[in-house]
């Protein structure tokens, strides 16, 4: 009996611990909803504005897809763009007006969501190289030291944890705007400096192509390309 009622103690700590914890993870969910739908009283717009209400991003004015994005790398985005270290006048001010604990909640809440639907994830296998954009982020030029796209970002761009985002399905004038960021340097270079030394063996047309194979448009061959990939 007594035995019974030392276990029945314990489950019962047990219960309460995990109950304490979701409710403080759903808190945390609805503070991050609160700040994406309706901003704060600092004067932080709501995140769905430019970020579409279920985070899907928006294509026409090129703001990224949130949703489904990793917490980690959304609240790694949101501290850089706070301390100055990634550049953008729109989410700079924005950004500085959210605590730590602000920015991880809305990245919480936005890496909950389902990505849209429609996202094509699957890579053509049956890719020629005159298809530069999808040439490049399947293949990669080895002979130049150009890794694939995929080789870090995942299949069909889905992402890798926290630290490669999801490539597939975001607008294709964002993919190319932070191309050209870490190729002028004006992005912060990321884990292990990959991105800037990637961007700077792109052209302006290959980083298009590129650009549109993921944002959906389907890579056109780069002006200047050779047949086997490489720049001529």
Known sequence: MA???RYLTMYLAIASTLLAMSGAY??????????????TAKGVAACISCHGAKGEGNAAAGFPRLAGVSAP???????AFADGTRQNPIMQPLAKLL???ERNDVAQYFSGLQ?????????NESVKPSDVGAWIATRGRWNE???????CHGPGGIGVGATF???????ASYIASQLHNWKSGTRPPGPMALMPAVASKLSDTEITAVAAYYGGGGGAPA??????????
Not at 165 to 171: T, V
Not at 223 to 232: I, M, P, R, W
């Open 145 to 151: 030291g150009l890794p694939a796209c995929v080789q």
């Open 3 to 5: 035995v019974r009622r």
């Open 115 to 123: 990505q849209p639907s429609g996202i094509n994830t699957s890579d």
């Open 165 to 171: 985002p999801p490539l597939a399905g975001q607008p």
């Open 73 to 79: 790398y959304l609240s790694a985005q949101l501290a």
């Open 223 to 232: 002006e200047g390309t050779s047949v086997n990939g490489s720049k001529q």
């Open 26 to 39: 759903a808190d945390d969910l609805t503070a991050g909803q609160t700040i994406a739908m309706q901003g």
């Open 99 to 101: 605590s730590a604990s």
